[in-house]
């Protein structure tokens, strides 16, 4: 029996752990290299493009949205434009005169209140919006006194009717004009001093008027990439189906816009002013109605007397006597 002891069955010898460590190196390598491409790299691009596309609509919808909601507001504006229309007589069976001062005159009997903007405990009309409204009053009474009628808006005189004594008989005058009111703002009809008008159940002396149109993300771990990808994807696909809705729904309600705000509006009211007769001995004579009173749209022409109709359409058109 030999005397030397023999080696452990594991231990390993200095010259046996140099040779492997090259090995487990390799080995070290190799598990370091796999992990580094447990991510493909085209999935990281793709999740960055998809991520870009998102904003970019996200961006586009918001822009949409704010678009939408101005156009569906204006849209919403016009679409609520009050009706507004008015009608009312003096009423009574007689006489009513002014003194040594100007007189209200307070139409009692109301034949149409469209909209509740007359008021017949004061015979004021208070314009409810913007707009430009067609206003018209008429007056009677007996001619062996003098007569008026004096539209006021905010207490400054717009339009008149007035007719000097003539004798016996009666005599009825009219007057109307297209105006544009501010939202607020007050018509009411008075008798200038020394003077009269009368009305009974007839209804000779009126005071109307309608409103013809108004003038309003944290960025993903690694782990997560695959993940976070097909839930935007899915975010990204929902998105541009909400997108497309928005869109007919913005295109639709400003092409209904549109045709509406292409509507011209135009309207004109004029005086021939100066303090006189006006008279011609032979042929025809051109009147030009100077004092321009209402033209919005600028199709009256002060200088030639002339209207041009801008669009066509229906003309309302109104005199006015005494």
């Known amino acids: 029996m030999s005397g030397s002891s023999p080696h452990p069955p594991h231990s390993f010898s200095s010259d046996t752990m140099s040779r492997c460590l090259p090995v487990l190196l390799l080995l070290v390598l190799a ?4 992990l580094g491409s447990a991510l493909p790299v085209d999935s990281l691009a793709e999740l960055k493009k998809v991520q870009t596309t998102l904003e970019e609509l996200k961006a586009e919808r918001r822009a949409m949205n704010q678009r939408l909601e101005t156009a569906e507001s204006e849209l919403k504006s016009v679409r609520e434009t009050p009706k507004v229309a008015f009608a009312a007589s003096l009423g009574g069976n007689g006489l009513v005169k002014a003194g040594f001062e100007s007189k209200n005159l307070i139409y009692t009997e109301v034949l149409t209140n469209v909209g509740g903007a007359y008021n017949a405990e004061t015979g004021e009309f208070t314009a409810p919006v913007r707009g430009v409204y067609y206003i018209r009053f008429t007056a009677n009474a007996p001619t062996n006194f003098l007569m008026s009628a004096v539209l006021y808006k905010n207490n400054a005189v717009q339009l008149i009717v007035h007719e000097q004594p003539s004798g016996e008989g009666s005599d009825t005058a009219s007057n ?33 008027g309608f409103l013809l149109y108004p003038m309003m993300d944290e960025a993903p771990t690694e782990v997560g990439v695959e993940a976070e990808l097909k839930i935007l994807q899915a975010s990204l696909k929902q998105l541009q189906t909400e997108n497309e809705g928005v869109k007919e729904r913005l295109e639709a309600t400003e092409r209904e816009l549109k045709a509406i705000k292409d509507v011209p509006k135009v309207a004109f009211a004029v005086s021939l002013g100066d303090n006189g007769l006006q008279k011609t001995t032979t042929g025809s004579r051109v009147l030009i109605y100077k004092v ?8 009256y022409n002060s200088e030639t007397g002339v209207f041009t109709a801008p669009a066509a359409g229906r003309l309302n058109n109104a005199h006015a006597d005494g």
């Open 31 to 34: 598990c370091l290299a796999w």
């Open 176 to 208: 109307g004009a297209a105006l544009l009111l501010e939202r607020g703002d007050k018509l009411k009809l008075m008798l200038w001093p020394n003077t009269q008008i009368w009305d009974n159940n007839n209804h000779h002396s009126t005071f109307s």
């Open 292 to 299: 321009v009173l209402t033209n919005i749209g600028e199709a």
